[in-house]
């Protein structure tokens, strides 16, 4: 989550550049660049996703775990 935006910002960056040359003529910065942050940031959000589903999996098990505990106790105790 935190360095998306850096990688973000740096495609941007690279964009305009190739943006520039083109139109200045001057030679293009390297594709493999940009490429690069484009397979990054694919990568970062990816494994963002697979882990925010596996914490919210994982929260969801141990609610439901308690939630089974405690109906007993409750309804022993009233």
Known sequence: MVFTPYL???L????TDAYVAQHSGQPAPHIGRGIGFVLGITTMQA???MTNSHFMY???MVGGQI???LIPLISVRL
């Open 58 to 60: 994982r929260g969801q």
């Open 12 to 15: 941007i960056a690279f964009a």
């Open 47 to 49: 494994l963002q996703n």
């Open 67 to 69: 939630r089974t505990v």
């Open 8 to 10: 973000t910002r740096y």
